[in-house]
């Protein structure tokens, strides 16, 4: 498995998984720091890293290929994460908080040292 960093030209396949998903992304706001991880099977998985003018970074966007073994998407999203956490710690942050819909994802989350620090809802408002 590598990993390459997001670009544009990515934006296609990953609207794809986003919609296998049953969800919808606005795909025009989605932040600079990306990574699709990928191997000889083709890209597996995205994930983002949202800068703030605090001192966190929030983890967003981690989706990924349905089509692509389990294995595989497992894999991917651990390299993910673990990209995600470097680029935050050289960019100087000093805590990383995620937003997570799916009960498989916190208990990753947990086995990799995050901690449940609360159950809340995200609403958002278009400008």
Request: proline share 2%; aromatic share 10%.
């Amino acid at each position: 498995m590598r990993l390459r960093d997001y670009t544009e030209s990515d934006g296609p396949a990953v609207e794809q998984w986003v919609k296998a998903y049953d969800q919808s992304w606005q795909m025009t706001n989605l932040p600079e720091n990306g990574f699709v991880a990928y191997d000889e099977w083709g890209d597996v998985a995205v994930g983002f890293l949202v800068k703030t003018d605090s001192r966190f970074a929030v983890l967003e966007g981690f989706v990924t290929n349905k089509a692509a073994p389990s294995e595989h998407r497992h894999e991917a999203l651990e390299m993910i994460r673990r990209a995600c956490e470097e680029r935050a710690k050289a960019l100087g942050f000093t805590r990383i908080l995620a937003y997570l819909q799916h009960d498989g994802l916190l208990k990753r989350a947990i086995d990799s040292g995050y901690r449940d620090v609360c159950r809340c809802a995200m609403i958002a408002k278009d400008l």
